[in-house]
């Protein structure tokens, strides 16, 4: 097999197994069977689970943000776009946090709150990129929009953190919308 759709195939087994059972009770030997690769070429690819989650993880949000800028129409307003984007990333990751690992097991391991930090920085410097390349958003913007995202991503992390329900993530991501969301936009545009 080529070494491209080799990592695809265990990706796609990883996220099914991932979905179903969760990522803590997957295991490396499951996935292995699931693909049927060996598990020592399944490290050859990825020396980690963690490495092949946080690579399904960042994929999924690449793509997503790129569709969500691509629809974009061209006549909406910067504020317009921010909140956009702000939002859809907000919510993914949650998802993709609820998905694949689940909050129990975030909460109380210490390994998945440094993946999640990692997971952060790394969405943090997506996000930075893509707004980066879009036409309303030129070097001016740099450090504003990085104080965006940081400040942004840190509420929504915190919350997701602290609620002990779906229900109480719903109200705090509507508080962050209604609430937070628009004086930090108005303070990256001004």
Known sequence: MEAELIQKVIKESSKELFRRYGYHKTSVNEIAKKSRIAKATIYKY?????????????????NSIHDLVEKFN????????????ILKTSRLSYTICNEFIGWEFIRENANSQEFLKH??????????DIFRTLPDFGENYRDRIAFLVKSSKSIVFSFAFTSVTDSDVRKNFISFEKEI?????????D
Do not use: D, G, V, W
Request: no cysteine; net charge negative.
């Open 181 to 189: 969301l628009p004086y930090l936009i108005k303070a990256t545009l």
């Open 119 to 128: 997971l952060s920085n790394e969405l943090e410097r997506l996000l930075i």
């Open 46 to 62: 990825f020396e980690s689970k963690e490495l092949i989650l946080n690579q399904i993880i960042m994929e999924h949000l690449y």
């Open 74 to 85: 061209p006549k909406i307003s910067k504020e317009e776009k921010l909140t956009a984007l």
